[in-house]
C-alpha cells in the first residue's frame, strides 16, 4: 500500500524511527569513540575518571558497580548507550504518533512536526553542553575542536524540542491544536528519556557526590552516587503520571505543563549531588533550564484556552480527515 493510500505507514512501517534511530546511532558510536571525547562526555568510563583508591568491602549494602556493557554485533563493537539511544528515538516516534492519533490530530502533519521537534531536539541538546557546560570549547573559534566535541544536554533537548515544535507547529495549526500536539510529545519524550538515563546508568556518565546511601554506587573509586540511575528510576512514576493526566485534563496544554513542572523540580533538586559540572552563580545550567520549564508551565496553565472535555482533541478528527 503506498504512502498517498495509507498515510499513517509513514510512522507505522518504521521507516521515520528506523531514519532518526540509525543517524542517532551513528553519532552515538563518534561520541564513544576512544580518544575523542570530552571527559564527561558520554560513554566515559568512571574507572577512567576516578583512580581506584581502595577496595571496598565494607559497603556491601550499596548498589555493585558493573562496567559499562559492549557486545559485539556483526565484529562491531556496540555500547550499551548506544543500544538505548537508539530504542529511545524510536520510542519517542511511536509514542507520539499513538498519542497524536488518539488526540484525532492530523497524522502526516504530526509526523513532520515530531521529526522537526527531534531534530531541534538534538541541536538544543548539543548546543546546551557545547556553550553552557564547555564553553572554552564553544566560543573558542577552534572549528576542529568544536568539530570533535561530543556531548548531549537532556535538558537542551527538552527545550531545544517543544521550542522547536511550537515555533513549527504555530505557522500551521492554532493555539489549541499546537498544545495538543505538545501534550502528546511530553510523555513521548518521558518515555524516551527513561531509556536514555537507564543507558546513562550503564555507562556511568552522570557521577554525584560520594555517599554510602544504600542507592549509591560501589564505584572502583569508593561509593558514589549515579545520578543517571537515580533519574532514571525517578522518571518511571512521573511518565506514568503525564500518561494519566493526559489521558484526564481537560485543558489543552495540561500535561505539557505537569511535564515540565516535573522534571524541573526534578532536575534543579538532583543536581545539587552532581559533580564535575560547570556552574554560574552556584547553579548549573541545567538547573537554570528547569526554572525556564516551571515558569514556562504556569504561563502555559494561565494563557491556555480551555476544551469542552478530555476527549475534545479526538472532536478534530471529522474536520482534519481531508488532510490525511
Not at 192 to 200: F, H, K, Q, V
Request: proline share 6%; charged share 15%.
Amino acid at each position: 500500500m503506498s504512502l498517498a493510500a495509507d498515510p499513517t505507514s509513514v510512522f507505522s512501517s518504521g521507516a521515520l524511527p528506523g531514519l532518526f534511530a540509525g543517524a542517532l546511532l551513528v553519532l552515538s558510536w563518534r561520541l564513544c569513540r576512544d580518544g575523542n571525547q570530552a571527559a564527561d562526555a558520554p560513554c566515559s568510563r568512571a574507572e577512567d575518571r576516578y583512580p581506584v583508591l581502595h577496595p571496598t568491602p565494607e559497603y556491601s549494602r550499596v548498589i555493585p558497580y558493573i562496567p559499562h556493557p559492549v557486545v559485539s554485533i556483526f565484529g562491531l563493537q556496540v555500547q550499551a548507550f548506544q543500544i538505548t539511544l537508539t530504542l529511545a528515538v524510536v520510542s519517542f516516534v511511536l509514542v507520539a504518533e499513538r498519542l497524536a492519533r488518539r488526540k484525532g490530530l492530523p497524522i502526516v502533519q504530526s509526523a513532520r512536526m515530531a521529526a522537526a521537534a527531534l531534530a531541534l531536539g538534538g541541536i538544543g541538546s548539543y548546543l546546551t553542553m557545547l556553550l553552557a557546560y564547555f564553553p572554552e570549547i564553544g566560543f573558542s573559534g577552534d572549528w576542529r575542536a568544536i568539530a570533535a566535541f561530543g556531548g548531549m544536554s537532556s535538558t537542551g533537548a527538552l527545550f531545544g524540542g517543544h521550542l522547536g515544535a511550537w515555533l513549527v507547529t504555530r505557522r500551521y495549526w492554532s493555539v489549541e491544536r499546537s498544545l495538543q500536539f505538545q501534550d502528546a510529545i511530553i510523555p513521548a519524550y518521558g518515555v524516551a528519556l527513561t531509556i536514555g538515563r537507564a543507558g546513562c546508568a550503564l555507562a556511568h556518565d552522570h557521577l554525584g557526590v560520594h555517599s554510602d546511601a544504600w542507592f549509591a554506587v560501589d564505584f572502583p573509586g569508593g561509593p558514589q552516587l549515579d545520578m543517571g540511575l537515580i533519574e532514571c528510576v525517578l522518571l518511571i512514576p512521573i511518565t506514568v503520571a503525564m500518561f494519566y493526566v493526559d489521558r484526564h485534563a481537560r485543558r489543552p496544554g495540561t500535561t505539557l505543563a505537569f511535564g515540565f513542572i516535573c522534571h524541573g523540580v526534578m532536575r534543579f533538586v538532583l543536581d545539587f549531588w552532581r559533580v564535575d559540572d560547570k556552574t554560574y552563580f552556584g547553579l548549573m545550567p541545567s538547573q537554570y533550564l528547569s526554572v525556564a520549564f516551571v515558569l514556562t508551565a504556569l504561563l502555559v496553565l494561565a494563557l491556555a484556552p480551555r476544551a469542552a472535555g478530555p476527549t475534545a482533541g479526538r472532536r478534530l478528527e471529522a474536520g482534519d480527515a481531508a488532510s490525511r
